[in-house]
Each structure stands twice: as C-alpha cells, then as structure tokens.
C-alpha cells in the first residue's frame, strides 16, 4: 500500500542531465530494492537501473557510465542521475519498488512516471 511519486522529468537537449527524483511514502529500508525502468513508445519497458538496501546498484548497459542511482534515506527518496542524455533516452521513467510481504511473498509497487524527452 505504499505509494511512489516521480518527479524531475521534463524536456533536455542531447547532452544535457535530468535528476529523477522518487519519493516512497515510507521508509524507503521497507523496501529490499528500488529501481526505475523505463518505456519508449513502441518498445518494451526495460530496467535501467536498481539499487538494493546494502547499496548494490546495477545498470542496463545502454545507461552504464552515464547514469547513477542512488538512496537518500533521510528523505525517502531514490534518485536517478542521468548525465549525457540521448534522444534514445526519451521515454517514460518509472519508479518501482519491492517490499517482501511474507517469506515466500513480496509487492511490486509502480509510481506513475514521469515523461523524459531528449530532443534538440
């Protein structure tokens, strides 16, 4: 029942850096890992980058050396740092977040998204 607000998307030249931000109703250390993913129209969402409790962070190699997320767990947030955008960035980027509910059960919980366009 935990609820995910994104925020910081918006419109950047090719080049340019956008910082996602993903606020979690709760403590974010509820979750055992955070992520966000992303969907262009016309293809599959895809994962571009998680992050677990202990700090392991894993990339979708299209993002490698160019984004960075990271927890702040004093305000709850998870934040995505995109730096040397592309158009092929372009996409809607959705914060989720995976909360164990029982020892053979867990909860997958969706923000809402947040429109990225990378265009000159």
């Known amino acids: 029942q935990a609820q995910l607000v994104e925020s910081g998307g918006g419109l950047v030249q090719p080049g340019g850096s956008l910082r996602l931000s993903c606020a979690a109703s709760e403590s974010i250390d509820s979750f055992t890992r955070m992520g966000w993913y992303r969907q262009a129209p016309g293809k599959q969402r895809e994962l571009v980058a998680v992050t677990t409790r202990l700090g392991i962070a894993n990339y979708a190699d299209s993002v490698k050396g160019r984004f960075t997320i990271s927890r702040d767990t004093g305000k709850n947030t998870v934040d995505l740092q995109m730096n040397s955008l592309r158009p092929e960035d372009t996409a809607v980027y959705y914060c989720?977040?995976?909360?164990?509910?029982?020892?053979?059960?867990?909860?997958?919980?969706w923000g809402q998204g947040t429109q990225v366009t990378v265009s000159s």
């Open positions: 989720s977040a995976n909360q164990l509910v029982s020892v053979r059960s867990s909860e997958t919980i």
